[in-house]
């Protein structure tokens, strides 16, 4: 553990299930607060399942993670869950108007409805949600846009630490770049861990990469120190044996 980080991996493991390989098999790293991550590998490396054990959606097998110092498994889940926030690939949002789903972490709080639309506004100019979307049903948004939303929702509660799944997958390129600016400019007071095959994007925005592979950490580096080219053609062929060998998940 290192004293300036914010978040420690020692010797994780998360299996699968009884009598299933491991999913994570003794990942070890340490984040420093305010680090852009990239968590990039093959199809089936592990990459969500290090998001999901971040915030308690799963519990490792084996190893422990600390948060400031103390065990995840110390916090309870609803205030981990406050400071860790998650957005994955596929969101799901409530049965709600954007307006109310966007609002809803506040008015958990007992901010009044009032002040919660308030608070909203600025968090709808910052990430560009349409004034007209507020009073359509959630459920009615493509991929893409409940994604948008569900940022637009976590990042607004202010979090010590977000983690998103494929944040830029579902968006066009101006909004993906749009989304990257913002959360490495010095108005975003978060620490970003972000999963992301798109390398291109990745290298203009992260400060730091990890490489999983396997459920194995491969590397963990500084952008000043990753050759784009060697990672790339690394995942690459990674893919090509996980998909032809006999060990595909």
């Avoid at 976590?154 to 997958?169: F, G, K, M, W």
């Avoid at 990745?202 to 990469?209: G, L």
Wanted: net charge negative; aromatic share 6%.
């Amino acid at each position: 553990m290192k004293d300036d980080s914010i978040l420690d991996f020692t010797e994780v493991s998360l299996r699968a299930g009884v009598g299933i390989g491991l999913l994570l098999d003794q990942v070890s790293f340490a984040i420093a607060p305010k680090t852009r991550l990239a968590i990039v590998g093959p199809s089936g490396a592990g990459k969500t399942s290090l998001l999901r054990l971040m915030n308690r959606l799963s519990e490792p097998s084996s190893g422990q993670i600390t948060y400031r110092q103390r065990p995840l498994s110390h916090y309870p889940v609803v205030e981990l869950r406050r400071q860790i926030g998650l957005v994955m690939q596929d969101s799901k949002l409530l049965e709600q108007s954007v307006e109310e789903t966007l609002c809803y972490p506040a008015r958990l709080r007992g901010v009044g409805a009032a002040s919660a639309r308030r608070t909203l506004q600025p968090w709808l100019e910052r990430l560009k949600i349409p004034q007209d979307w507020l009073g359509r049903q959630a459920v009615e948004l493509s991929v893409g846009q409940r994604q948008r939303v569900a940022i637009a929702r976590t990042l607004a509660t202010s979090p010590d630490i977000v983690l998103l799944d494929e944040p830029t997958a579902a968006q066009d390129m101006g909004y993906a770049h749009h989304l990257l600016s913002y959360l490495a400019s010095p108005d975003n007071p978060s620490t970003v861990m972000m999963v992301n095959h798109q390398l291109e994007l990745m290298a203009d925005w992260a400060t730091h990469v990890l490489y999983l592979d396997q459920g194995k950490l491969v590397s963990y580096q500084s952008i000043s120190q990753v050759d784009w080219l060697v990672l790339k053609q690394g995942i690459i062929n990674a893919q090509n044996n996980d998909e032809w060998g006999d060990d595909n998940w």
